[in-house]
């Protein structure tokens, strides 16, 4: 039954003689791939060659400094609470005197841990951060690691460094 | 004696070098048939090992040799041996009678004909030769004591057999052309770019075609069409002897595109010869007509490739009504144009021009023929069944 008029009875002629001896269709084949041959590829050479993941890839984690230096993390846990794969743990002290150039506020946090091979980098702790302390940085990825005692990234590797500050399109 | 010593190896020196040479093209061919595809499908190919990938042969081979040599326990065993060394023995004899060069001047009188053995009968031996090497794969085929590839041997064999009769037939026509069956003379008769191509449009086509289908390689690579018989002959083979395999088959394609090139397009001819024989003397000349044979023939085995990544394979019946019903006919109807156009210009005084000419209305004539016809039997067809 025909159900609507979209339907198209497709009428296979007689193959002609060019189509009969195949060479025409051959050489025009054989002109297409001559045209790939020689055109641009597309292969993108991964270690070497990096492509832009765009604006909102999450890779590396950072804890960000404010524009004096001092680090914006307290300590208030909100991340390790939102990460659902338990991945932060952090310990909190209390801002000696004359330790107002590296902490912003009168808390911060001694221990901040991240564990990579926890981690899947879903960005809730960056939602949940009411200080815009951390971020999953957008242009670098965790490196490959070897070894288990190589996945628990402590402050060292993610408090920002000053000299290579950290900066997402549409920032300022 | 000093002097037959000296040319015994000198002429070692130069089997060697041939040797090397087809062997070097071979192991180089897989890694241009990956070049090749991927360029052809916008990809870069293999590029890890070495710049721009060129040692990936080398570690194509130190896989090849380090994988499992596996022998099917029901397996005859010395057949499942013999197979592949047959397939690579073969593929490497046929060089033998390519000539790959002119004569060459080693002083004291002593000239080194560039070539294994011009024997009289040199394009019968390449035949005999390749007609064999369909053995090895029948051999392999039937000693793995697998369905599959039993059924692959038998194709290739039956797809050699077809295709060998109209290569055959359209050599025939080179035959009258050159009088002569040795490659050395046919090679001679093209000098000075009168190649054969010019004089046998058709016969080339059809040559070229039945070298396809006598390589297996795609679009008439069904012996190992993977869709149908997971590897054909080869699915029980690993290791060494399937890198024996794959590698006669590539060895095939370079002395067969040499072939071409000695009867089709004049084999160590190259323009500008009698220009670098007075500038740089003949030794320089012969030794670039080495050199044009070797370019020669590894355009025909880029065209090999360049073909293998644009069609995709013939359907079996396809292939059997291409080769006697299409091939065979047309190989026929190419012998009896190259005597007619020989008969009319017999009288020309060697007019090279008129028998080109010729030739190639022929061809165009019987092309307008069958195009006509085909449309009149379409017509009839039409009001039988309207």
């Known amino acids: 039954m025909k159900l609507s008029n979209k339907t198209k009875v497709l009428e296979q002629g007689e193959m002609t003689f060019a189509e009969r001896i195949y060479l025409p269709a051959i050489v ?65 002290d209390e801002r000696k005197k004359g330790e107002e150039h590296l902490y912003r506020e009168e808390k911060y946090a001694s221990v901040y841990e991240v564990n990579m091979l926890r ?43 000053m000299d290579n500050r950290y900066l997402r399109e549409g920032w300022k | 004696m000093e002097i037959t010593s000296t040319l015994f190896t000198a002429k070692a020196i130069y089997v060697g070098a041939i040797f090397a040479v087809t062997l070097g093209v071979a192991t180089y061919s897989t890694y241009f048939e990956r070049i090749v595809a991927a360029f052809m499908q916008d990809r870069v190919g293999p590029d890890r090992a ?30 499942f041996i013999a197979g592949p060394c047959l397939s690579m023995l073969t593929a490497l004899m046929t060089s033998a009678v390519v000539p790959f060069g002119d004569t060459l001047d080693l002083g004291n009188g002593l000239m080194l004909d560039l ?36 059924i692959g041997a038998i194709r290739a064999a039956s797809q050699n057999i077809s295709y060998e009769l109209a290569m055959g037939l359209s050599i025939i026509a080179i035959l009258m052309l050159s009088g002569s069956l040795s490659t050395k003379n046919i090679v001679e008769v093209q000098q ?22 006598e390589c297996n390689r795609t679009p008439f690579d069904l012996p190992e069409c993977e869709t149908e018989l997971i590897g054909g002959y080869h699915t029980e083979y690993s290791s060494m002897k399937l890198g024996f395999y794959l590698f006669s088959e590539y ?32 030794n320089i000349a012969v030794l670039l007509g080495v050199g044009a ?54 009288n020309e005084g060697g007019s090279n021009w008129i028998t080109v000419a010729g030739s190639w209305a022929g061809v165009a004539i019987m092309l307008v023929f069958m195009a006509f016809y085909s449309q009149a039997q379409y017509k009839k067809k039409k009001l039988a069944t309207a």
């Open chain 2, 251 to 282: 060895i095939n394609m370079f002395i067969s595109g040499a072939v071409m090139a000695t009867l089709y397009f004049g084999g160590y001819d190259y323009p500008g010869h009698d220009f670098i024989v007075g500038k740089f003397g003949n």
């Open chain 2, 115 to 150: 070539q294994g053995i011009d024997v009289n009968i040199g394009i019968l031996w390449v035949f005999g030769i390749v007609s064999l090497g369909v053995y090895g794969v029948l051999i392999g085929g039937w000693a793995s004591n697998n369905k599959f590839a039993l």
């Open chain 2, 50 to 79: 070495g710049p721009f990938g060129i040692f990936q042969p080398l570690a194509d081979a130190v896989k090849m040799f380090m994988k499992e040599d596996f022998i099917p326990a029901q397996s005859d065993k010395w057949l």
């Open chain 1, 28 to 92: 025009g084949g054989m002109g297409t791939t001559l045209k790939h041959f020689f055109s641009k590829k597309v292969t993108i050479r991964y270690p070497e060659e990096k492509r832009y993941l765009g604006p909102v890839f999450r890779g590396h984690h950072i804890l960000k400094r404010d524009e004096e230096g001092a680090e914006r993390c307290t300590a208030c846990g909100l991340c390790a609470v939102a990460c659902p794969a338990e991945a932060i743990s952090m310990v909190a």
């Open chain 2, 192 to 213: 000075n770019g009168h190649w054969n191509i010019l004089y046998q449009p058709l016969g080339f086509v059809i040559f070229i075609v039945c070298a396809f289908a």
């Open chain 2, 293 to 346: 044979v070797i370019g020669k023939a590894l355009v025909f085995v880029f065209i090999f490739m360049w073909v293998r990544w644009t069609i995709p394979r013939f359907r079996y019946d396809q292939l059997m009504g291409l080769g006697w019903t299409g091939l065979i006919p047309l190989a026929m109807f190419n012998v009896v144009l190259t005597g007619a156009v020989m008969l009319f210009t017999v």
């Open chain 1, 119 to 161: 981690c899947i980098f879903c960005g809730l702790c960056e939602e949940a951060c009411p200080k815009q302390a951390i971020y999953l940085q957008h242009d670098k990825m965790v490196p490959v690691f070897e070894d288990r005692s190589q996945v628990i990234y402590g402050k060292d590797k993610l408090v920002e460094k």
